[in-house]
């Protein structure tokens, strides 16, 4: 037995090498596979963590800012390429608010109108109950504040939920400034939109996205929008209208306005830098 033991231990080493070489081997292909079967973000930027942008958040122009979109729907292909310049306001497609979980990604914008016949629920979502969103949106709302507070940041809410009716006299005033201003009809009524959305065409009128409010005229160095930046996502908000997106969303950009898109699709948006035309596909 002595006599053969070199030649025994010899062959239970080379087991043991092809063993650990077969295993190192497999495990590399399995990561190669699990890695191919992950999903893929479309987009690889990252957000930028301190997007500047000019605006006052006075009431009138804020409310007035509160046209926005949303997508429906969780998009794996997100398109990137910037649409061509508008050289008139589009007849928007009508849609209808969906009944699933993707209502919170719904997009409306000068391309997609709320059917007439859709009413939000609406709940009061400041301290002094004057001001309401969708029920939905208002509770979330809630969460952050509270949480805002608890870090002892101030989130005032200046505007909410805007009627259509209180669109439409928003936006015929800004038509008719610029047409005052020497614009013809056509031209006021698309520069007017990149401030104040028609009716219908703003997130606003169905209760979806809030102003904050801030008693300084730059929004995007208060510690509130510091704050936004940092935690909103968490509760389903995202900073709508930034400046490096607003040949996608067209509209200017509006740093204390923030649209509940729910927490997954927030925090995506944020971390890929992308808007939510472009997260639900629809870019224009």
Known sequence: ???????????????????????????ARLKKLRKADDPQP????????????????GSESRIACEGESAGEGESTEIPTAAPT???????????NMPTDESWSHVVINIFYQMNETYEPMVAPADERGEIVLDERVAEAYKQMAAAASADGIKLTLASGYVAPSRQQRLYDKQVETLVNGGLSQAEAALKAAYTVLPPRCSEANYGLSVDIGWTEDDFASS?????????AAKYGFVERYT?????ITHFR???????YVGPDAAQYMREYNVSLEEYAGKVN
Do not use: C
Request: charged share 15%; no cysteine.
């Open 253 to 259: 950009a509006s740093p204390w306005h923030w649209r």
């Open 85 to 95: 310049a508008l050289t008139e306001l589009p007849v928007p497609t009508v849609i």
């Open 1 to 27: 037995m002595k006599k053969y033991l070199p030649l025994i231990l010899a062959g239970v080493s080379l087991i043991l090498i092809f063993a650990v070489a077969f295993g190192a081997s497999r495990s």
């Open 223 to 231: 510690p509130a929008y510091v704050w936004l930046r940092a935690n």
């Open 42 to 57: 479309a987009v690889t930027t990252t957000a930028p963590e301190g997007t500047s942008a000019a605006g006052e958040p």
């Open 243 to 247: 400046a490096d997106k607003e040949q």
